[in-house]
C-alpha cells in the first residue's frame, strides 16, 4: 500500500489529483476497482479510462486532459506501469530459508539470507550471492557462481563453472553449460569434442523457461548486462551477446557468433554460426541470418501466411521464375529484332 | 482382457463373427499375434490384413468384406483404435501412494486417491484433485490447483495461482505459468513488468514435452477444455486459446493473441502478438501468421525443400524481381510503341 | 599430463619436435600458454601460429612449416584436437556413488562403479550398464535400461519401457519416452491414442539439453547408432533415424518418419511425417522437407534476411507473381502477332 503521492515519486511521475489516495495494487483500466492504480498509454484505450473504476490513472500529460480524476503523469507511461507493477508486487518465492532436503556441499559459499528449496542440489566450490532465492529442485554444478538478490526458480539445472552476475531471474528448465554441439569426424563416425570452458553471465540477466546456453569449447559463451532472454531458447558455444540484447522466444543462434550490444530479436530468429552482427540491430519475426551484419538496422527475411490454396499457387509460381526469366529475355530478344526491322524500313 | 463383443459394445462397433474371442492387447496389423486386436482404416493396407495374424481387426463395413474372420466394424476405425487401445493400455504410473521424501505443505489439499512421488514439492494452498497421479520430483507452486484423475510426469514445474481442470495429462519438463515476457525500456535499458496474473486451463487438457506456457501479466493467460499441444511449443502471456485447439510440436504463439476453438496448428507454426484468430482455423507447417483471421480455412506461409544447387539460384531470381518487374514494364511501353506505330502504318 | 611424444600415440599424428616436452592440456592458438597444446586447421589463422606462446601444436604437414617448433602432424588436425580434448580433458562428474537421498527401486539393476546423484528415482526393473554416472534429480522409468560408461546429466526425464545403448551422454531436461501426438477425432473432440510402445536407442548417443523424444505408438521409436541430437529437439513418435545421424538445434521430425544413415539436418530444419528419407542427405539451415527423398545430396528452403524495407518489398512483388505471369503471356501474344503481321507484310 502506498499514497500516489509516494508512487509519483517511485516511478518519477507528476501527480494530479489526490496525492493522499491509497493504492493497494495494479489492474487494466476495464478490471481495475478502487484502490487500485492503472495505466494509458494510447488515444485508442480512451473509452476503457472513461468507464474505469481505477483510483488512479499513470499517464501523459495529453490524455490526463480526457477525464477529470487522479493521474500519474509523466512521458513514458508504460515505463510507470512497469515501476509502479514492480513496487506494488507481491510474487511468492519459490523458497524461504534452507530447507533441510537439500543437499549442499560442505565448501559451497552461501551469503547472508540465501534461501535453499527442497531437493535442490549445490554442488563443491559453488558460491550463491547474498539475498538470492533458489527454489526447490534445482542444480548448481562445482564452481558455478550466483551473485546476489538473484531468483532461481524450481528446477533450473547450471552446470559447473558457470558464473551469472547480481540479480538473475531464471525460471523452470533453464540450462546452462550444457555442452555445445561439437565433434570431429572420422570414417563417418562422430567424435566428440569435449566442452572444456563455461559460461559467464553479467548482471540483471533474465532467461525463460525451457532455454538453453551451451558452454564454450575453449574459451567461454558470454553474455553481457542487462540481456533478456524469453522461452525455448538456444544459445550455442561461444557465442557473445552485448549488453541489453533482447531475444524472444524460440530464437536461436548457432556457435561463435557475436552480437552487438542494443540488439533485438524478435520470435523465431535464427542466426547461423561464426557471424559478426553490429550493435543496434533488429531482426523481426522468423528471420534467418546468414551473413555478418556492420550497419544498425531491421533485418527480415521469410513470407508471411496467406489462404492455403493461394500459397500452393505461389508456390508453383517461384519454382517457375527460372522459366519466366527465360521468357523474358526471349521477348526483349524478339524485340530488339523487331525494333530495328523496324527502323531499317522506316530508313 | 475383454471378449470381443464386449470390446464391440465399449467402443461402438458391430462385432463381426466370434464375440467370446478373448482379446488382450493391440497391435499394427503386421506385428499382431494371437490375441490381439487391430485396425485397418484403408484399402491402402489391404495386403497387411490379408497376412495379419490378429484374431480381430476394427474397420468399415466395406473393408470387412476383404477376407473371412472377426472384425468390429465402424464408421471410424481410427476412433475405435483410440477406444481400444485406452481400454486395454497397461501404462504403468510414475506414482503410487504418497512417497514419504515428498516436500507437500502442511495447508495443501489432497484429494481421495492421490499419488504424489519421490522429491515432488507442493506448496502452500494447492488443491489437487481426487485419483490425480504426481509423478516425482514434480514442483507445484502456491495456490496452484489440479483437477481430477489428472496425470503429471515427473519434473513438471507448475508456478503459483495456475489452474488446471479434470483429466489433464502433463509431460515431463513442461512449465506452466513462467513469466511472460514483459519489458519497458529506460534508456536502452530494460526494466521488468512484474507478471501478476496466472493461467486458467479447462478440463481434458494435454501439454507435450519441454513446452512452456507464460502467466498472464495483468490478468490470465486461458486455455478452454479439450485443448491438446504437443511438444516444445511457446505460449506467451495472456494467449486465449479456444475448446479443442490442437497445436503440433515447435509452434509458438505471441502475447495476447487469441486463436478460436476447433482451431489446428501443424508443427512449428508461429502467430504474432495481439492478433484474433476466428474459430475452425487451420495452419499448415511452418506458416508464419502475422495478421488477424476472420474467415475459416486453411492458411500457409513458406517454401519447401528442393536441391541445394536449384534452390540457390531461386534464391538469386527471387531477389532480382524488382528488375524483372521493370524489364515487363520496359517491354510493354516498347510494345504498346510498336503497335501503335504499326498501326499508324498501316493508316 | 602426457609427453608430447606420447600423445602423437594417442591421436594418431607424427611428433616434430621435443617428444619430451609435456602437455597437461589444451587451448586455442591466442590463448594458450606453456604446457598447452593447440590446434590449426587453415591458413587463414596462420598469424595466430606466430604469436602463439602454445607448447606444441596439431596441425597439418604443410603447415607445420610456417614456423619452426613442435608439431604433431596429421591429415586432419581438428579430429586431432578432438582426440587430444578427450584425453586431457577433466571434465568433473555430476554424481560420485550412490546418493543416500536416491529412491531406487530394490529390484531395479545397478551395474558396477555406478554412481547415482541426489534425488534421482530409479523406478521397478530398470537396468543401470556398469561404470554409467546417472546425475541427481534424474527419473527412470519402468524397466528402462542405459548400457555401460553413460553420463546423464542432472533433471533428465527418461520414461518407462525406453533402451539406451552404451556410452549415451544425455544433456538436462532431455525427455525420453513422452507420449507421441496421436489422438482420434469425434465430433470435434480429440480422444487420446495410448502410446504403447517405448524408444530403442543404440550406442554412442548423445542428446542435447531441452530435447524430446517420444515413445512409439505400436511399435518403438528407433534411433540408430552413434547418433548426435543438439538442443531443443523433437523427435516424435515412431521416427527412425539412422547410425551416424547429425541433427543440430531446434530441428524436429513428425511421426513415422525415416531418415537414412549419414545424413545431417542443420540447425531447424523440419521434416513432415511418414516420409522416406535415404541415407547421406543433407538438409541446410531452416529446411523444410515435405516429400520423400530417393537420392543422396543436399536440400534447401527458405528465405535469407535482407533489410527489412526491401523485404517488405520483396514480399508485395512475391504476391504479384500471378499477375507478372499473366502480364508475360500477354506480351507473347502481342509479339507473336506483330512479328507474323511484319512477315505478312515482307510477303
Partial sequence: MVSLGDLANIIGAECIGDTECIIDSIADLQEA???????????????????????????????????????????????????????????????????????????????????????????????????????PQVFIGQNSRIGEDSLIYPQVAIYHDVSIGARAIIHSHAVIGSDGFGYANESGSWVKIPQLAGVTIGDDFEMGANSAIDRGALTDTTIGNGVILDNLIHIAHNVSLGDNLAMAAMSGIAGGTKIGKGSTLAGRVSIIGHLDICDNTHFTVNTLVTKSIDEPGVYSSGDVAIPGKAWKRKLVRINQLDTLYQRVKELEKTITQLTADRENNND
Fill in 33 to 135: 476497482t478502487q484502490g487500485q492504480i492503472s495505466f494509458l498509454t494510447s488515444t485508442k484505450y480512451i473509452p476503457h479510462l472513461e468507464h474505469t473504476s481505477a483510483s488512479a490513472v499513470i499517464t501523459t500529460a495529453s490524455l490526463a486532459k480526457e477525464k477529470p480524476g487522479n493521474f500519474l503523469v509523466m512521458k513514458d507511461p508504460y515505463l510507470g506501469y512497469a515501476k509502479a507493477a514492480q513496487y506494488l508486487a507481491n510474487i511468492p518465492k519459490p523458497a524461504h530459508g534452507i530447507h533441510p532436503s537439500a543437499s549442499i556441499a560442505e565448501d559451497a559459499t552461501i551469503g547472508e539470507n540465501v534461501a535453499v528449496g527442497a531437493h535442490t542440489v549445490i554442488e563443491s566450490g559453488a558460491v550463491i550471492g547474498a539475498g538470492t532465492c533458489i527454489g
